[in-house]
C-alpha cells in the first residue's frame, strides 16, 4: 500500500526538542522530493521544510529556519524534521508529504495521517 | 514572498450548483505552479489539481482549474454531497487561506 507514517509528535515544553520520523511505503521512495507540512488547529496548512529526492537540496519556510533541520534516509524509505528551540506557535499536526517528483517544492500529491505537536510549559 | 489572497472566505450552495472560487496570488506566476486541495473535516489535504488545470489521477471532471497571472479560479460544476469542504490554493512555499464551500 502506498502510504506515509509520521511518528514523534508529542507535548514539549517551549525551548525543548524534539525529532519527527515519517516512514514511505508502497513507492520508489528516492524519485520523490518530500516536505513537512504544519497546520495549527483551525488554520489552513502551512508548508515547513522540504528535502529533494538526492537528500542534498533542502529549504525551511522563514519561521522555522535556523531552528529546524530536514533529512531523509533513502536507504530506509524514511523523512525526518528535527525540530529545535520550540516555540508556543509551533504547536500543530505535522503532515509527511509527498511532491509530485523530485524537487520537494512541487504540489504535494500523497500526505500522510499527521502526528501532532504541542508546545506548553 | 508571495502571497495568495482567496475569495470568497465561504460560500453558501446547495446540490447541484456551480461554484467558483478565486486564487489571487500578489505578483503574476506561472500557471505551472499553481495548485489546489481539498480538506474535509478530520482529513489530510487532497491534491485535486496541479499546473493550475491539471486534474489529477482519480479526481473527476466536474473539478476544473483555470486561469492566468494573477487570477485562478476552481470550478466545480456541479456539487455533489462529498465536495462540502475547504479548498485552498498552493504555490512552492505558500497556501491561501482558504474557502470553504458549505451547504446553503
Known amino acids: 500500500e502506498v502510504q506515509l507514517v509520521e511518528s514523534g509528535g508529542g507535548v514539549i515544553r517551549p525551548g525543548g526538542s524534539l525529532r519527527l520520523s515519517c516512514a514511505a511505503s508502497?513507492?520508489?521512495?528516492?524519485?520523490?522530493?518530500m516536505s513537512w507540512v504544519r497546520q495549527a488547529p483551525g488554520k489552513g496548512p502551512e508548508w515547513v521544510s522540504g528535502v529533494g529526492w538526492n537528500e542534498v537540496t533542502t529549504g525551511h519556510s522563514a519561521s522555522v529556519r535556523g531552528r529546524f533541520t530536514v533529512s531523509r534516509d533513502n536507504g530506509k524509505k524514511s523523512l525526518y524534521l528535527l525540530m529545535t528551540s520550540l516555540k508556543a506557535e509551533d504547536t500543530a499536526l505535522y503532515y509527511c508529504v509527498r511532491a509530485e517528483g523530485r524537487d520537494y517544492d512541487l504540489p504535494f500529491d500523497l500526505w500522510g495521517q499527521g502526528t501532532m505537536v504541542v508546545v506548553s510549559a | 514572498d508571495i502571497v495568495l489572497k482567496q475569495s470568497p472566505g465561504t460560500l453558501s450552495l446547495s446540490p447541484g450548483q456551480r461554484a467558483t472560487l478565486s486564487c489571487r496570488p500578489s505578483q503574476s506566476i506561472s500557471d505551472k505552479y499553481l495548485a489546489w486541495y481539498q480538506q474535509k473535516p478530520g482529513q489530510a489535504p487532497r491534491l485535486l489539481i496541479s499546473?493550475?488545470?491539471k486534474r489529477v489521477t482519480g479526481i473527476p471532471d466536474r473539478f476544473s482549474g483555470g486561469g492566468s497571472g494573477t487570477e485562478f479560479t476552481l470550478t466545480i460544476s456541479r456539487l455533489e454531497p462529498g465536495d462540502f469542504a475547504v479548498y485552498y490554493c498552493?504555490?512552492?512555499?505558500?497556501f491561501g487561506q482558504g474557502t470553504k464551500v458549505e451547504f446553503k
Open positions: 498552493q504555490l512552492p512555499g505558500t
Open positions: 508502497g513507492f520508489n521512495f528516492d524519485d520523490y522530493g
Open positions: 499546473g493550475a488545470s
